[in-house]
């Protein structure tokens, strides 16, 4: 069975840059799975960030970026801030009208 | 701006059925397939279904399929998901989205409405 892999928690420091992976086991994550990212804060629908690798949605700032990083889909967020404090989740595109997400990552802001 | 509202969601005992709506404003519904994904308490994201613009394809997960079907109403700018033979593990807040054919969703979604099933 196909996961999609994501790291649990990551913390990063306000003003920093972290990079949170999204990953395909087994396999290797390529444009082809039409990665995308999403944001949600506790008790909130969740937010589009990232769609098709590396296209943002409307009116998310270019502070978070989406790549392909090795084998894996990566989002990027730099000069974090207090409120990019939330859970990030990936989806992947798996062909014959499936998607799967990761089980999701717990970004901490200290 | 894209506005999607849900409805539908309550309570209700395992092996009934419930029928959720979407109501979508602010682009034009009748180009852009739609999905539904849903959240368990305490839990990540789960991708439900899709149907794309035109309802020539309706995709399901594995844990629903058989059980769920996906529609939309082009003319009425609403998306729908019949849910029969309700589980325990249904048990989520299910959210709509407008997205593709490659992704789930490109922009908003909505709020959610939750759905519990139990005796």
């Known amino acids: 069975q196909t996961v999609v892999t994501q790291e649990p928690s990551f913390s990063v420091s306000p003003g920093g840059t972290v990079t949170l992976t999204c990953g395909l086991s087994p396999g290797s994550v390529s444009p082809s799975y039409y990665p995308s990212w999403y944001q949600q804060t506790p008790g909130q629908a969740p937010r589009t960030l990232i769609y098709s690798t590396n296209t943002r949605s409307s009116g998310v700032p270019d502070r978070f970026s989406g790549s392909i990083l090795g084998n894996k889909a990566a989002l990027t967020i730099t000069g974090a801030q207090a409120d990019d404090e939330s859970d990030y989740y990936c989806v992947l595109y798996m062909g014959s009208g499936t998607w799967v997400f990761g089980g999701g990552t717990k970004l901490t802001v200290l | 701006q894209v506005h999607l509202v849900e409805s539908g969601g309550g309570v209700v005992q395992p092996g009934r059925s419930l029928r959720l709506s979407c109501a979508a404003s602010g682009f034009t519904f009748n180009s852009f397939a739609m999905h539904w994904v849903r959240q368990a308490p305490g839990k990540g994201l789960e991708w439900v279904a899709a149907?794309?613009?035109?309802?020539?394809?309706?995709y399901y997960a594995h844990s629903v399929k058989g059980r769920f079907t996906i529609s939309r109403d082009n003319s009425r700018d609403t998306l729908h998901l019949q849910m029969n033979s309700l589980r325990a593990e249904d048990t989520a807040v299910y959210y709509c989205a407008r997205g593709s054919l490659l992704v789930p969703a490109d922009g908003p979604w909505g709020q959610g409405t939750l759905v519990t099933v139990s005796s």
């Open positions: 149907i794309s613009y035109d309802e020539t394809n309706e």
